[in-house]
């Protein structure tokens, strides 16, 4: 069952519209990201680059968005690892190191890197404006696992 603990990875594309999609170029405009994909609370992730979107099978790219003065839930990708690259405002990123909560501040240019299965969360301090990052992943699907709190591997 696909739920926000369970996301639903299988492709919704036929196997042979996929071929058909690997055999080209693809353009995708910021304005047509798709909004079905794997969430987590206290931010929004769209997809650009993935199978369903363009028959990638080994990579996902897309942006998410942070509310101002918002903090996702706590959660990891799986067996994905992800880059981040800071777009606009200044995110945090937190993850624990195994003696206390550790939180990176960033602004935008700066990219984080988050290994698989590595419990985190993004927050966003600011009180007025949004937060936003693209994402890259090594599956072609947004592996999204929330948990319950954050905890050290």
Do not use: C
């Amino acid at each position: 069952m696909a739920d926000a603990f369970h996301p639903d990875l299988t492709s919704k594309v036929d196997p042979a519209e996929k071929q058909s999609l690997r055999s080209r170029l693809h353009h995708i405009r910021g304005s047509e990201l798709d909004r079905n994909t794997a969430q987590t609370e206290g931010m929004q992730r769209l997809a650009a680059i993935s199978g369903d979107t363009v028959g990638s099978e080994r990579i996902w790219t897309g942006e998410t968005h942070v509310a101002p003065a918002t903090a996702s839930d706590n959660h990891h990708h799986g067996e994905s690892e992800t880059a981040i690259y800071v777009v606009s405002g200044h995110p945090r990123f937190v993850f624990h190191d195994g003696t206390e909560e550790v939180r990176i501040e960033t602004e935008p240019g700066d990219y984080i890197f988050v290994p698989p299965y590595v419990p985190h969360r993004e927050e966003n301090p600011d009180p007025e404006h949004k937060a936003v990052v693209v994402i890259s992943r090594s599956t072609q699907e947004a592996i999204v696992v929330n948990l319950p709190e954050l905890y050290a591997l």
